[in-house]
């Protein structure tokens, strides 16, 4: 079982930077995939980036993509997401989430709680 804990998340004016950070605790593998997603108000959950556990690929959503960095610190117990840039559309619940194999466009196992993001104009 692996938790997961957000956090970083707040108020900031377009333009802004802000940095999240996920608390990763339980038993992981080195074939872990790590990824942000974030849900809009009245959309679904889509997908932000992801970073394979030991290796460090990351993939990117098109809407981030050169504002976004999504990194974790070599004792594998923290993943972050560096957001830059940032616009009223990036206005969102962000979660933090694993998987036990790095496929990005598979399944999500496990999934944090979840912190807001708003960004005013």
């Known amino acids: 079982q692996v938790q997961l804990v957000e956090s970083g998340g707040g108020l900031v004016q377009a333009g802004g930077s802000l940095r999240l950070f996920c608390a990763v605790s339980?038993?992981?593998?080195?074939?872990?995939?790590m990824g942000w997603f974030r849900q809009l108000p009245g959309k679904e959950r889509e997908f932000v980036a992801a970073?394979?556990?030991?290796?460090?690929?990351?993939y990117y959503a098109d809407s981030v993509k050169g504002r976004f960095t999504i990194s974790r610190d070599k004792s594998m117990k923290m993943v972050y997401l560096q957001m830059n840039s940032l616009k009223p559309d990036d206005t969102a619940v962000y979660y933090c989430?694993?998987?036990?194999?790095?496929?990005?466009?598979?399944?999500?196992?496990?999934w944090g709680q979840g912190t807001q993001v708003t960004v005013s104009s």
């Open positions: 339980g038993r992981t593998v080195s074939s872990y995939g």
């Open positions: 970073i394979s556990w030991s290796g460090g690929t990351t």
């Open positions: 989430a694993a998987q036990r194999n790095y496929v990005p466009a598979a399944a999500w196992h496990y």
